[in-house]
Structure formats: C-alpha cells, structure tokens
C-alpha cells in the first residue's frame, strides 16, 4: 500500500500555528500519538453565492441566494486526514474493484488521475447517443454530507478497511468527525474585533489562555447521530463509502439492463436503453421506482425531488431529449447541458463568467485614467481572458481556459458536437466593450 502522501503545506491562519509537514509526518504516521492528539475545532463558515436559473421559454434569468456550510481544519489536523484518507482511498479503491463498481464513483478518486468532470460528462453523453433510444435518470441527494448516518457510515468503514472493528487511529478519526466541533468564524472577528483578512499574517488566531476563554463561550458540537463537515480533507473518501451498498445495488440493476451508472460525489446519472414499445407502455416507472427503492433502503439518503429529473432519448425524433416532468428539454450534468445533439457550457456558468468579468470592467472603467488603471485592467485579463490562460502565463488558468479545455475533450468525440467554442470566441470584445460603454 502506498503511503507516501504529498502533503500540501497551506498558510492560512487557525488555531494552531502554521505548520511544515515535514516535522509532523513521522507523528501523523504513528497510531499511538494519533491516539492521544487532541483535535482542534473547525471553523465553519457559509459561503453565499447567487444561483442563477434560466428559463428558456421566456427568457428570464432569475437569482436565487444559494448557502453552502464550509469548515476547514487545523493545519495538524488537515495533515492528520489527508494522511489516512489516502490510506482508505486505497482500501476503497480495492473493494470497489471486487463489487464490480470501480468506475461507478468518479470523484475523490485516487485511480482515477488524468480525468475530471469533463472526461465523465463526456462518456455518459456519448453512452446516451450510442444508443437509438434510452431512459435518463439525474439527480442528487438533499443535504448529502449533513445527512450521513454515522452508525452505518461505521459499518462501512469497517468494511471498506476489511477488518472486524476500526483500528484505534480511524476510530478516533471517525470519533472527531462525527462528533465534530466547531466555532464560527463571525465569533472570531466579533471577540478580536477584528476582520478575518486583517488577521491573515497572524501565527494564529488566539493564545492559548485566550482560546481557552473563547471556547467556554462559542465552542459549538454536532449532537446529531449523523451529518459530517464538508470541506474536511477525509469527508470526501467517507461519502465514497458511505454509498458502497448503494452504488452496488444500482450498478447492478443498472448493469443488468444494459445501462450506465456514474455517481460524482452526490449527482448521479442514470441511462437504460429503452425500446419504443416500453417507452409507449412506460415502462420506465419500473427503473425509477427501483432507484428509489434503493435510495430508501440506505440510511438517511434521500433524492432531492426538486433536481431530479428523468428524460427519453429518441435519436429519430425532432426533439431528441424529451424531459418527462417539464418542458425543458435540456439535460444538465457535471457542468454541461446536452439536447440530445449539441453540448455546452451551462448556461448559468457562463453567465456567471460575464457577470463577473462585467463587473471588473465596470471598475476599470471607474479608475480610468488614474494610476490604478494599468493594474486593474491587467487583473482583469488575467481573470477573465485568453490571457489569463495558462498557456500564456505561469498560472493555473481560468474559465477560458476550461471552455478551452472542454472544447478539446468534446472534440475528441466523433458522435457528439459541441458549441463551446462559440460561447466564448466573442469574451475579448465584450469585455473591452464593457470597458468602454
């Protein structure tokens, strides 16, 4: 077993100093010391981002407020999980290999390396047009990470390891991240009357005398019996166990019709070729009654009615892709929409791209003339432009760079076509003319 993990050293301030992993891996690796480390709180906080829907028929592009909990560990403890979450990764990988399931889960997956979500999207879209006609199944599960049972999430665990109980190191892991503690980061800024950016360049937040006071008046724990952090270093590999069963139950259906089933993180999807004489005799309520079975058959795992959505794929019709709830006949997955003919971009991603970029132009504008102009506008096409790309600089890239990006994978396709090219070849006019207005 490989157990040579990189660890990645981050500075951002906690509750203990910041740290090189280097004079912490042989403690990290020794299961007595993780016996008796003593783990810090997270601290949480809410990330809110504006959803934005388009409905094609009127042509309206409504915001919605969309909230999503994030807790981030101690830099010992972010050690600590990612060194035993490789070594469960491993274990999973193994026993996804003996159900039958290892292509089943296509996040957090440590043999998987080389693809992402555009790879995955692209093979299910190719799977659907290879066949003359399917049923699709899409969805995900209400409140994924914050509904997992920890009793049954034991039991896999305990499974995914193949031993009789968790070794002491992952029982005191599992212990901390079940029965997780946490402070809120707003108490932070409010007991050092502080913003959090202004405190960036801190070795850490609070002594240790004055964490000891702040703790008796803000320290918060889940109670639950069930719900984990999400943003933990180790929850990611959890949910991946904690869905073994129901991975294999459906693959196995699935498998059995001829069909596809992929599962990134919590979206999952789902196509069973169909004939037309079971399309007319709706014989599809069978495979989603059957989907639905299993999901209820798992602990606290619930499909989100409200995102799921079932489609007929007719390769002879005029509209190939037939939503069966709605008239919006557009199939969403991994961040690309697919008619049944022509893939995209999302069109809320790419409208959240121009909103942004828009945005920053209207600053330029704002400082135009001043000494500050030069500095902004270079940011501005560094974020949002062919020229942040990170063919043209030593960064990671952009947004151009992943439409780019996704333009050369869906162009490896000899079924599917793709318009990405088109939804982006026109980004350096318009931001220029954004500048100008």
Request: net charge positive; charged share 30%.
């Amino acid at each position: 077993m490989n157990r040579n993990v990189v660890f990645k050293n981050k500075y951002y301030t906690h509750l203990d100093i910041k740290k090189d992993y280097v004079k912490y891996e042989n403690m990290i690796k020794n299961t007595n010391w993780i016996q008796k480390h003593g783990f810090y709180p997270f601290i949480h906080y809410e990330i809110i981002f504006n959803k934005y829907v388009y409905d094609k028929d009127t042509g309206i592009k409504e915001k919605r407020e969309k909230k999503r909990d994030i807790f981030y560990s101690s830099h010992i403890d972010r050690f600590i999980y990612q060194y035993y979450g490789q070594i469960l990764n491993e274990c999973y990988d193994k026993i996804s290999i003996n159900r039958g399931i290892n292509k089943v889960a296509t996040a957090y997956r440590n043999n998987l390396k080389g693809r992402c979500n555009i790879h995955f999207s692209k093979e299910a879209l190719e799977f659907i047009c290879k066949c003359k006609s399917a049923f699709i199944f899409v969805g995900d599960f209400s409140v994924f990470f914050d509904n997992l049972d920890h009793d049954y999430l034991k039991d896999k665990l305990v499974q995914a390891l193949d031993v009789e109980r968790l070794p002491i190191e992952h029982f005191c892991i599992y212990k901390n991240i079940t029965q997780y503690t946490y402070i809120e980061r707003d108490d932070i800024e409010k007991d050092k009357n502080k913003k959090i950016k202004e405190m960036l360049k801190e070795p850490k937040y609070f002594t240790t005398e004055e964490f000891r006071k702040f703790k008796k008046l803000y320290l918060k724990k889940n109670e639950n019996s069930y719900g984990i952090p999400q943003g933990s270093a180790i929850s990611s590999i959890y949910s991946n166990v904690y869905m073994l069963d129901f991975d294999k139950q459906v693959n196995d259906y699935v498998t059995s019709k001829r069909g596809l089933y992929r599962r990134y993180c919590d979206d999952l999807i789902i196509v069973i070729p169909i004939q037309d004489s079971e399309i007319i005799s709706k014989k599809y309520n069978e495979y989603i009654n059957e989907i639905n079975r299993i999901a209820k058959s798992i602990p606290r795992l619930d499909l989100n009615p409200s995102k799921t959505e079932q489609f007929i794929y007719d390769s002879q019709g005029n509209d190939k892709l037939i939503n069966l709830n709605t008239n919006k006949n557009i199939l969403n997955y991994l961040g690309f929409s697919f008619d049944g003919q022509v893939v995209k971009i999302r069109e809320k991603s790419l409208f959240k791209y121009y909103c942004r970029a828009y945005k920053k132009a209207r600053t330029v504008k704002k400082y135009n003339g001043s000494k500050y102009e030069f500095t902004l506008k270079r940011k501005l096409y560094k974020l949002y432009t062919h020229l942040g790309d990170y063919k043209y600089s030593k960064e990671y890239g952009n947004f151009i760079t992943y439409a780019r990006r996704s333009e050369e994978i869906f162009n490896e396709s000899n079924i599917l076509k793709n318009e990405i090219h088109n939804q982006v070849k026109k980004h350096w006019a318009k931001i220029n003319n954004k500048m100008k207005e």
